[in-house]
């Protein structure tokens, strides 16, 4: 009987997958057996003559014999005095017929030509010459394959929402099958929702029976696959949906997170300062399920003093380090994406950034009819032009797991540039709810030369449209 | 990285500096062709010039060489030890020391290049056969690739079940019943296809191998007979059977058997004057003219109609036994020369003056009058033996080297008048008056010679033989005369005037034949003689003259051999009054080691004994009869005695030209032994075969590169060449290899494939040739339809139209059309016979008919309708018989059973046609189950040999967890340094 894995995992519940990891149903049945093999044993030598030709068929393939060594090519042999060779001339010739080495290892040992099937399976092999029988002798065995599924369609029924989708099929060669069901349920996926999907296989078995051969169920989600992150997760408790929690940090006083639950759940956060002291804290009951995005300021205050922001879903905890010194400045650009698990990430980028114009124009030439009648004449116009802002941002010193941050980052499809504005309270650029896209063209974390383990990283991006 | 070689022509080449790596290609499966014929070849790649390669090459280094492109060398190639090519390489060029080469997959020479303009007629496969009983033999025999199967080519020879005056009836076409005559020849064999095409390769010398013999459908399929329309196959008539009869036997002219026949040219002739009252009154009568003949009419016996006793068998001889409407005929089975020893002994039992009505000139004039005849074997009661072919009403009689006239037209009176009553002289040929003399016949002149020469001449008077001095002497300067237009002709015109300047010396009077010679016998008087014996003029042996008939009338060329001296050319000398005769080349003919031919007889007891040995040109189904042939009485017969031996060989289809041109017969034909230059006598050996030739059944119009050609498209059968092996395989890339697939998932990501769509055209069909007029299309419409005005749209055309694509821009098809025909099969009435001959039951043959409509519907005339036959229709294809359950007898003297074999429709649940809504060569053999559902995956990936050469034979790609097909592996680099991209359509 078939097995059924999912991700390798028989029967997984509550499994939320990511539409840019491979996730992969299994069909997997110990099917054994034994391969054709055909056994073809020189006892001794006939003697050729040009009056008559010996041949051997395999298969319909037939090879004959020649009577001179010149001759002995392709698919003919020579009949030598010693058998040895006499096997070793049929091999050859048998191996260079195209359908037999490609069903067969076709060798010698002694004076035995030994043709075993590449794969076991239901080979019903035929074979026959016309040398004596005491002089060549053949045997040959079919082979045999004890299987359900072997070489049968498999049939994979996709649901999504409850709704059917599309059926894959793929025929089951060797002990299992393998569907990747990313591609199919991709475009059903999106930031900030978990997409329920079913999936049932069948097939019709080597004996004309439908065979269930089980079903699979979770929840999808955008994700990618990054280094050392999961390639799945199960939803059966709270978690924040971060990729790497190694070398988190802020700058500016807003948090940015998403949380995995299957219930609502207790999210909290706290400001500690470099003793240990709370700062600044809150705790909050979240009753909502699934993918929760959280958005919420912390005081400024406290960031100022604090040098860590703890924060927790359930008894999933996360440690983000302010950057210091902290300005609070404007000067600070944060960026947004949506991580490896669809959940939000983000860095503040606090060095000196810049930006770059450029343009291109295209061109195109009118007739010279116009010259002497139009005052205005032009000949060459613009059929458009097209400018493009580049900006670059860099960050502050990084450690190494700081800098590994930017892995996610680097992978992400979904980037954003947080909006500031100007707070007439604060008198100075407060981060808001609003983002910009933006197109990263470029990212590179450079170790600082002067002092190892110390990293710089730069991002150039563009904004997805210039309004 | 793996290190490769190349070995060309068995010699490694050097691979140094410039070698630029081989790329091979291999188009393994295309989805969109009804074939799926392998291709692999190369990219072009350079070999260095070296002193080793140039010499591997021929020197193609060398300007002055020549054909140094057109040589292909047998290659192979080596991946690291591995065989991953072998086929051939070609040269393209060679610029800067080095030689750009390809690589191409082994490929017959195109088979036009093989056969040239050998046509299937031509090829040799000769098999025992004596009839029946190999008939019988070969169709139980299931290893035999031939087989003799019951097949309707026209309506089957039938006897009328009764006769009118208006004509036959017929029982219908569609029955088989005891009507029907069958012959070993209404069995023509089938051939194995495949077995054909090996034959034909192995002809010319080739080794023949591939799958497609070993599967069992297509090594089954047997073709139908197929000529050209004028073209008649030989039996092996080297084997007595069929090509010899040797008959004796004795008879009787007593019987009532005979019939009576009026002479074109009769005898004694009662030329005297008539008294008849004078119109002018001054006296009472004036003398008429007026001319009867006594010998007007013969009665004829059909000898073979008594006791014959066949030495042997032979199918040559159809003798009437029990209530069998046979003829006791000898039918003749083929053209050629026939070898004819006739010997006839016997003698007149009338020895008693017998009272006949005579023509008399009386007093009261011409009148006919019972007068005494007495019994004269030589003159008054003859005998004459003839052998003649498709008798007609038209026998003549031999006669012999003169003429007699009787002038009152008895016998019995000496002297008519002043004159003698009887008067004899030579003729100028058989049955013709000398020049001048009075024509012998109830025609006029016969011959052009006659008018010219009375013309010229304007000699009257008869010559009588017996008061001529005869002088002989040879004139050699006349060839042949008198076939029309032709040189003889000329020639003698030419001499004719030369005599005319020397006519005041002597007249030519004409040839003559000297009694007791053998006598050339001019078609122009019976075209049905072939040879014979006749009593009259003291015995004559006759044979049918060699070449033309002297007379313009007739145009028809006879042939033979005889042993003829020439005739004699008579002239006359008026000073002298003399006659003589020269010996001349006219007429002459030889037969070495023929026994002398005569007859001799007795006018004292009417004894006779006689032979006469020639060789004669027959044509296929000449019906020869051995006639007894005595001058009829006015219903008063008497009676002879006859023991006769009949002996006829076929010996050879060549010409006399070629037989006399000291060649012995070459090819497959039997060699005549003897010395060279080769004479043919007598005695020389039959030229026909002993063994059928098979071939002879094959059409001696096709040419045989195009029916190969045209068998593999049918099946779809790949054909290629190594060496001196022709590989014919069915084309196996529609069936790859389910049972093993390459492992690719671990060499590349599913994702990276392009995926593309097939572009299948809009439809796709493999058609036969379908003759409309066909009876058996015309079978398949229904009743309903057959009268629509397009009714033969409601036919079976024996293919379908498989529809793939209904995307309005796609407007590409794909139909292939093969010469060859869909079988149609008909449902033959079989009726069974209990020992009283009444009808006991009735079963069904199903087989293939091949005969146009009109000849086959019940309307049509039978007799018309076997004057018809479907041999030259296009040819089609069935399963080899399997067994029997019905026979019939053979309607020859041997009465032969013939087990009734009839080709099978279906074999394994396969049917020879192009449907899809059956198992079929179509589905069986064709592309033609496309996968609509399924696309193209290119994917790269590093292939290693071993892979590639799986690949490349068919085997499965496993890529992205499932099975693909490989269609094409393109760039593939034996060296692993280049990635080979594959094509790969999903298995659905």
Redesign the interface.
Known sequence: MADLMFNNIVSPQSIVIFDGVPNIINVNEESYGSN?VVQITVNQTPTATADG?Y?I?VM???I?NVLSQ??E????FKLYGDIDSTALSISSAL??C??????FKIYTTGNTVVMS???I???NV?ASSNIPNNAVSISVSD?IIYSQLY?Q?INLDLSVDGEYVTTL???M??N?????IS?ALSPYAKYGRLTPFYATLKAIDTSGVLAELGEVDGSITPGYMLKGSNPYLYNTDPQLLLGSKEGLTIYGNVMEVSVLSPNGFQFSYEVLAPDGTVLNSSTESISSYGITDMFFWISQNAMLSGSVVNISAGTDTATFRIIKPLKAAEDFERVVWRNEYGGFSFFDFTGKDSQTFGMSKSLYNKSWFDFYTNSSFEHEKMRDNDTRTEFTLRSHLLTQDEANQFRSLSRASSVWLVKKEWDEITEQMEMTTARRHIIVTGLDVVENDTYPNVFTATLKFKLSSES | MRDISIYCD?RLLELGTGFTGIRMNNQVFDPTSLRGKQAEYSFTFNVPSTRENNITFGFANVPAQTSKFRRRF?A?VYASGT?IF?GSLVLKSYKDGQYSCNLVSVKVWSNEDIFGEAVLADIPWEVDFSGAPTINEVNADPTKKYAFPLICYGAFSKQPYEKDDVGGYYTPKSTIDKWNQFWYESFYPSMNVLETVKKAYEWKGY?V???A???PVLSNIYASCKLSSEQVPQYNLGNPKLGRLRLAGTTATSSNTFITQDLSFPYYKVNGWNLVPNPTGQSDYHLESNIKYNFNAVNIWNILDNSTVMQGESYMFDPKTGDRDSENVIVIPADGFYRIYLTVQGGCTQTENFRATQWKITDDGMQEVSMSITPNVKESTPIEIQLVRNYDGNLELIKGCQNVKYLDGDPSVLTYHTKNNRETWFTCFPHQQLYGAEAPTVTSSITDADTTSNARRGVGSTVDITSSDVSESTNTGRGNGGRRGSTGRENERTSATSRTEVRSGTDTIGYVNQPGSLMPYDPVVSPIFICGLSSMNDGTAAVIKDGYSWSKGNSDKNESFSAQNGLKLMTYDRQTQTTSTTQTEFCRDEYPEAPSSYLTCSSFNGRFVGRVACCVWLNRNDVLELLAVQRDYNGKKYTCNISYTLDIMAVSERHKEALKSGVPSSGGRRRAPGVNPYTFTFNSPSEFPEKLNLGNFMSDETKVSDWIDNVCRAFNITTTQ????I?LD?T?STRP?????VELDGKCD??DAELSVIDYPSEMSVRWTINKDEWGFENTVPQEHINDNDWYEWGDSGYTVIKLNDDSYTTSTLNETVPFSYTYWQDFSFEEYDQQGVVSGVSHILTPVIELSQYMCEGYGYEEAMEHDGYSLSQRFFYRPTGTTKSVQLFDHMHETVNLYVPERVYGEVNISYKDSEKSLLTEYFNMMPMLDSNYAKIEVYLNPDEY????????A?F????YYTCQISGFDPTGRNLTTLTLMK??
């Open positions: 054709a030709q041949s068929t319909g393939e037939t004959t010149e001759n090519n392709g698919k003919r191996r260079n195209q359908r037999l080495i490609s069903l099937a590449r794969a399976g239901m080979l035929s082979g070489g369609k099929e793929k025929r060669y060797g299992d099958c393998s569907f990747d591609q | 068995g047998d192979q065989l072998e080794q191998g591939g799958t013999f070993q599967d190594s060496g001196n092996l590989q069915k196996t290899l389910d049972y093993s697939a599913a994702n050469i799986q690949l490349r034979g068919g085997a499965l496993h992205d967890s499932d099975l298995k659905t």
